[in-house]
């Protein structure tokens, strides 16, 4: 089958790297304009531009797909199928409707739950026991498109953003072949989306690390291995911003009496190899901290550089 990808950061590149092993033909790869990066602003390349050059595949990279001039573009190639994951702009009806098979999307949750920008990390912020991956056919509201196939991954307790990124990354492609199997040979079938079911993922943003020590105890420690690596958790301390990698939820009912009184954000436990903070209800051993302009360290070594004083406060940026 004569295909064209569309896709731009690194969660889509096992996607495109399982088609170009197939028996398929990836005629074209669409991926969004190549943007500066780092102090230097040197233009840089997306993942999945990359992965095409590496494998002699012609890229385009329009500032918008849907005008009429990149519309006879890709008409030309003559597509039996578009896939699109994580491609980052609106696909129009044009396009959707110019292939045989259609425009299949690969997406990052168990539809309908999770539409939207950031099902990954939202999946682990609010603490799911499994999530997965689904094709689906586009339409023109995002993620709402009639279902094909899914396959579901449970989550491990200390899953991360960055873990489960990498999880359902790779159980894109399969999945993604699988169904193009199904579609070629007249037996896929679409599911309509319940809305009753739906939610939302929106995009993350740098300020949800900044941690509100009112919460509960495990909420922020979801929100912690949610948002790692980015825009990851920081809170403040002695006037430095400090950025939390890794911690462990204290039951309230391991407190002691004065420690379960304490305000939010107040350090309970302050010892050689431990580091523990009260929050709204429980309380979090710090493991992993990161000071500003320095590495990831263990709290034994953070304490050892960074003394810090029981019953001293940790508070919002």
Known sequence: MRIIFMGTPDFAVPVLQSLINSRHEVVAVVTQPDRPKGRGKNMQFSPVKECALAHNIPVMQPVNVSVPEVIDELRAYEPELIVVVAF????????????????????????????????????????????????????????????????????????????????????????????????????????????????????????????????????????????????????KIHGKTVKIWDCDVVCQETLTESQAAATPGTVIVSEKDQLIVKAGNGALSLRMLQPEGKKNMTVDAYLRGYPIAQGELFTQV
């Open 88 to 235: 980052g702009q609106f696909v129009t009806k044009k396009i959707r409707e110019m292939p045989k098979y259609g425009c299949i999307n690969v997406h990052a949750s168990l539809l309908p739950k999770y539409r939207g920008a950031g099902p990954i990390q939202w999946a682990v912020i609010n603490g799911e026991k499994e999530s997965g991956v689904t094709t689906m056919y586009m339409c023109r509201e995002i993620d709402k498109g009639d279902m094909l196939l899914k396959d579901t991954v449970t989550l491990d307790p200390k899953e991360t953003g960055d873990s489960l990124h990498d999880k359902l990354s790779m159980m894109g492609g399969p999945l993604l072949l699988k169904t193009i199997d199904q579609l070629e040979d007249g037996s896929a079938v679409r599911i309509p989306q319940c809305e009753e079911e739906s939610t939302y993922a929106p995009k993350l943003e740098k300020t949800m690390g900044n941690i509100d020590w009112t919460m509960d105890a495990d909420r922020i420690e979801r929100l912690v291995r949610g948002l790692n690596s980015w825009p990851g958790t920081f809170t």
